[in-house]
């Protein structure tokens, strides 16, 4: 193949190639509550290992695990990028990100308050890829992106529970919410937060 593209590139030419794919049709009956309303439905499993501290409800997930069925993969690179990334966002989602809004308004309102998680947040993560082509995918693909970020809170939740006792129902599972079972009230202003501008 490299000598029919070095061929191509010494004679000026550009190679390319064309191809498509129609989804396949979707129905869904409002009424009656039934039909297909998606084409392809994603599977996986995930499994957390945390470290949780029980003086502080510090918590650290320290390793991760993930199984996902995408049909037939494609480009192992970028589903293997694309699972990672949503492990990545869905341990935020767990953790760490607070969205707190008073009349409308989102309280948080830098990076000092509003916390996402960092390379240092994100473990080692162990993931591998169930083949079962799809018949209606192109050559036999389904997705990962966003249905990859799904059971991520719910595993470290799990293993939040499975150390501490404490069933959490409510996220971020932060220190307060993991060490005394709720999560506190936050002062602040309404008024200034409409005009941008940070409380005390």
């Known amino acids: ?54 003086r502080t409800g510090k918590t650290e997930v320290t390793g991760f695990w993930a199984a996902h069925d995408l049909g037939k993969v494609i480009f192992p690179q970028g589903a293997y990028g694309q699972l990672h990334g949503a492990i990545a ?13 008073d009349e409308g308004y989102l309280q948080a309102v830098n990076f ?23 018949s209606e995918g192109p050559y036999g693909a389904k997705n990962i992106a966003e249905p990859a970020m799904v059971p991520t809170a719910p595993a470290i939740l799990n293993a939040i529970a499975h150390a501490t006792g404490r069933r959490i129902r409510d996220l971020p599972a932060n220190l ?22 940070k409380t005390l």
């Open 1 to 54: 193949m490299g000598g029919v593209v070095d061929h191509a590139r010494a004679m000026g030419l550009i190679l390319s190639a064309r191809g498509q794919w129609t989804a396949p049709e979707i129905t869904w009956d409002h009424h009656a509550g039934r039909g297909t309303p998606y084409m392809a439905y994603h599977f996986g499993a995930q499994v957390a290992e945390v470290e949780v501290d029980v």
């Open 89 to 101: 966002q869905g341990l935020g989602y767990a953790l760490l990100e607070d969205i707190i809004f």
């Open 112 to 134: 000092d308050e509003y916390l996402i998680p960092t390379s240092m947040d994100v473990p080692e993560i162990e993931g591998v890829f169930v083949e079962k082509p799809y």
């Open 176 to 197: 307060e919410r993991v060490l005394l079972g709720h999560g506190l009230h936050r002062a602040g202003s309404v008024r200034l937060c409409k005009l941008g501008l």
